[in-house]
């Protein structure tokens, strides 16, 4: 049999990170002078943190050497880390751990495919770590999403093709990435911005088997 696997990107997809991300972003924009808004927070999800920070110092036309910004990399992933602290099983997004395990069931592989370099300290807080054939994160990429590269480091590291692969993302940019690795995006959220995505649900609880796109009678392992 063919082998087919079900790629989940981390923040907004398993655990909702993004509200934390926004706090940490917005107390370094303050402590530089500036604001920015939950709506323009939106466009840094699945960004790297070092490409999320340039974004926002240019939201607020604030220009820093690359020693300061290395500083404030550091202050910001503290800042960030102190919620990620407070973190358990209960802020797993709702139906995907049920579906991780329907999947596993079924016999697919599961890989993770996350921009954050605090990846695998996130999954252990939530108690997820061990559900996973492959973790490829951000402290294993060198190009961001919407390359492709964190998908296909996934898909390789699995022995699966591509085609056999479906992502599972809430960022624009993770859709993307998706496509351009020659996978099936399946969006997770805002079905406008989600639209290059084969179709958008709210979140995994809305997820069956029977809607995975390589699902057919022959793809069932018997
Ligand atoms: P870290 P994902 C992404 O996670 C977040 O969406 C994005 O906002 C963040 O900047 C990026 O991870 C890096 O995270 O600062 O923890 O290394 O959606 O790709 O799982
Ligand atoms: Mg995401």
């Not at 999800?45 to 690359?66: C, F, M, Y």
């Not at 139906?95 to 991780?100: D, T, Y």
């Not at 961001?144 to 056999?164: R, W």
């Amino acid at each position: 049999m063919e082998g087919y696997a079900c790629i989940f990107d981390l923040d907004g997809v398993i655990v909702d990170t993004a509200k934390y991300h926004f706090l940490a972003w917005r107390k370094l924009a303050n402590a530089l002078g500036f604001d920015f808004t939950e709506n323009q927070n939106e466009s840094l999800k699945g960004i790297s943190r070092a490409e999320s920070l340039d974004i926002i110092l240019a939201w607020g036309n604030v220009e820093l050497t690359h020693a300061e910004k290395d500083e404030w990399l550091k202050t910001k992933n503290n800042w960030y880390l102190e919620h990620v602290l407070t973190m358990n099983e209960e802020a797993i997004l709702p139906g995907a751990k049920e579906f991780i395990t329907i999947v596993k069931n079924a016999g697919f592989k599961i890989a993770l495919g996350s921009a954050s370099k605090n990846a695998v300290s996130i999954l252990e807080k939530v108690g997820l770590l061990n559900q996973f054939d492959a973790i490829i994160d951000g402290t294993k990429t060198t190009k961001s999403k919407p390359d492709p590269q964190v998908f296909t480091m996934c898909a390789d590291e699995l022995g699966i093709a591509y085609k056999n692969c479906v992502v599972f993302e809430d960022a624009e940019a993770g859709i993307e990435a998706a496509l351009s690795a020659g996978m099936a995006a399946i969006g997770i959220g805002n079905k406008t911005i989600l639209n290059r995505a084969l179709f958008a649900v709210n979140d995994l609880s809305e997820m069956t088997l029977e809607k995975l796109p390589f699902i057919n009678s022959n793809t069932i392992p018997h």
